[in-house]
């Protein structure tokens, strides 16, 4: 069936494209962009005037909590979340229940996910045997089953000889690996930032070397193994300057910040307001200002939502007992308007930073508007608005520190691979 898309802004950061034209569809692929797409005959066509279209949106961190915590969210709901948001594909950590250390796990999560016919699902496997940091998976054969890389989650890899024999092997076999900077013993028991507000509210602090020294160890294995390395959840200005230094010296290294990271500062955290605590813990100003300046000049490659659906109880709680993380799914898209509009960034720059720059992390080929890519789409109307409320969010997990804040940008259809996931009115 050919559909054809007409009269939208279609925006491709891949190519540069930002201008208003028609785009056509056959079957699961695009067959046609702009001018050649104008007066084509199709089987539907679809009003798209006032709206963009956009490649669907590719969100690398989002845990979907199947298996194993499913009190928290379910696959089902968390996949109807990133429909709404106008994502099509998106990658979950390895940090369920079992871990994602087994082919057969690896195996089960994506046939699940296949059943349910939303977005893409791209697992990342586990580095070690359930995250324990003590033996190596079997990487070459998760990767057979579908992994696209290998994490170790937000558990802190503290034997760094085995990070080293980690790197070789991925190296060996081309496989990339995602990995959070984060020192072990600097950062224990720490549930904030190390600084001002951490101190006024008695808060046990995480300092930002903590970041550094573990992110100058990773890019100097990368350097001896030549291994894929991309950090994620860059949180602090230090990080950012090591990463520039990195990529000046043309290491395969790319990086990541989350998009509540490009928002938010340490003094968010009010008086105890536990849906302000992440991991890594929101930073200073200063490092919220540095991440900004690496998104702009291009040493942070791309925004991720870092969605991690949390039981409402969890966050109730003390702020230091409180569990860390945020929804982020049907956020991501107007939460990154929000940052372009605040920095003057082109919006088609800003897409970029979920689109094709994912899209090249993940090795995928969508992710851009050309002729025979995936027919995953978005439109959305970017200056409509609406309130954040609980009741409005589809996913599971109603915790984040944006409720009740009015943002712009409302996904109106969603596409994977040439069909209809998504639509509001």
Known sequence: MKTLIQG????????????????????????????????????????????????????????LREPGFEYKATLASEMDAAVAGGITSLACPPDTDPVLDEPGLVDMLRRRAKALERARVYPIGALTVKLAGERLTEMAELAETGCVAFSHANVPLADLQIMWRAMQYAATFGLPLWLRAEDRDLARGGVAHDGEVATRLGLPGIPAFAETIALSGLIELAR???????????????????????????????????????????????????????????????????????????????????????????????????????????????????????????????????????ARVLGVKSGRLDVGT????????????????????????????????????????????????????
Not at 10 to 37: H, M
Not at 404 to 414: D, I, P, Q, W
């Open 374 to 425: 995936p027919a995953d789409l978005v439109l959305f109307d970017a200056d409509a608005r609406r309130t954040i409320h609980a009741a409005t969010l589809k996913s599971q997990g109603k915790n984040t520190p944006f409720m009740g804040y009015e943002l712009g940008g409302v996904v109106r259809r969603t596409m994977v691979a040439g069909r209809t996931v998504y639509e509001s009115a």
């Open 224 to 358: 001896a193994t030549g291994v894929r390395l991309h950090v994620c959840r860059l949180s602090t200005a230090g990080g950012v300057e090591l990463i520039r230094r990195a990529k000046a010296e043309q290491l395969p290294i790319s990086c990541d910040v989350a998009i509540h990271h490009v928002h938010l500062s340490e003094m968010d955290l009010g008086f105890f307001d536990a849906h302000c605590r992440f991991g890594p813990p929101l930073r200073a100003a200063r490092d919220r200002d540095a991440l900004r300046a690496g998104l702009a000049d291009g040493t942070v490659d791309l925004i991720c939502s870092d969605h991690t659906p949390v039981d409402e109880d969890e966050k109730l709680m003390p702020f230091s007992e409180a569990s860390a993380g945020a929804t982020g799914l049907e956020l991501l898209l107007p939460l990154t308007l929000k940052w372009a509009q605040e920095t003057n960034t082109p919006l088609v720059k800003a897409l970029a930073k979920l689109t094709s720059e994912p």
């Open 8 to 63: 939208a802004r279609l925006i491709d950061p891949a190519s540069g494209r930002d201008r208003v034209g028609d785009l056509l569809i056959d079957g699961v692929r695009i067959a046609a962009v702009d001018d050649a797409a104008r007066g084509v005959k199709a089987d539907h066509i679809i009003d798209a005037r006032g709206l963009i279209a956009a490649p669907g949106l590719i969100d690398i961190s989002a845990r």
